[in-house]
């Protein structure tokens, strides 16, 4: 089996989107040759809102190139998926998925260090760009949603990079796993206490505590986030 690598690297500016007072960088755009990651993610990227995107644990989003032909079973010949990027993805990697990569990963790419931070909540800007009502539903069940990581080594990234796993400390807690804390209909409570022992960034620790008090009731479908219900501050780095 060939080793995992970079298929494309994407970086975007901050647009408004069709919604009176929202903004996104979703619409990212492949780039060539070496790009200067730092530790708030790849260089010339923007996030509209840095509540929920962007900064330490959140810098650079990662998604498989093989979720694409799936996608395009379920979707058809989709406009969108006529190109890496779509899923507003900086790095769409070969050979890695939710399955795969597990909380805590460390991979060497390029002259970077990445360390895997937590799995990705889709939000409503997927269902604009794909003019997909469900679109946000539709990742979730599938838990086809990438996965984001910090930056640990700063350092140029390329197209082809090889990445190359240093450190796995918790090998038992793919990505998948902790996405279905959040996605199932029910789910163990013991596992959950378990999920909170891990260690998780501050807003995912927040989430998985108050599944834990309602684990029949998933906190997957917050209006903001899946239906967009308020405006967001268009900021810059």
């Not at 990662?62 to 006529?82: N, P, Q, V």
Request: hydrophobic share 35%; aromatic share 6%.
């Amino acid at each position: 089996m060939s080793s995992p690598r970079i298929i494309a690297i994407h970086t975007g500016r901050t647009a408004p989107l069709s919604r009176p007072g929202t903004f996104s960088a979703i619409d990212k755009l492949p780039r060539t040759g070496p790009v200067a990651v730092g530790l708030l993610g790849l260089d010339d990227d923007e996030q509209a809102d840095r509540r929920v995107h962007g900064g330490h644990d959140k810098a650079i989003l990662a998604y498989s190139h093989e979720h694409y032909a799936t996608w395009r079973t379920d979707l058809g010949d989709h406009a969108r998926l006529g190109r890496t990027g779509a899923f507003g993805e900086n790095l769409t990697v070969t050979g890695l998925d939710e399955h795969t990569v597990c909380l805590g990963d460390r991979w060497c790419v390029g002259a970077a260090l990445l360390e895997v931070s937590q799995g990705r909540q889709p939000c409503w800007k997927l269902a604009e760009r794909f003019a997909i009502d469900d679109m946000v539903q539709r990742v979730q069940h599938t838990l086809r949603t990438g996965w984001y990581c910090r930056v640990l080594i700063p350092g140029p990234v390329a197209a082809g990079d090889t990445l190359v796993l240093e450190h796995r400390p918790h090998a038992v807690w793919p990505i998948h796993r902790l996405m279905q804390l959040l996605y199932s209909a029910t789910v163990d409570t013991d596992e959950l206490t378990v999920a909170l022992t891990l260690p998780l960034p501050e807003g995912w620790r927040r989430t998985l505590e108050r599944r834990l008090l309602r684990p029949l009731a998933p906190p997957g479908d917050d209006a903001e986030r899946t239906r967009g219900h308020a405006p967001e501050p268009q900021s810059r780095p």
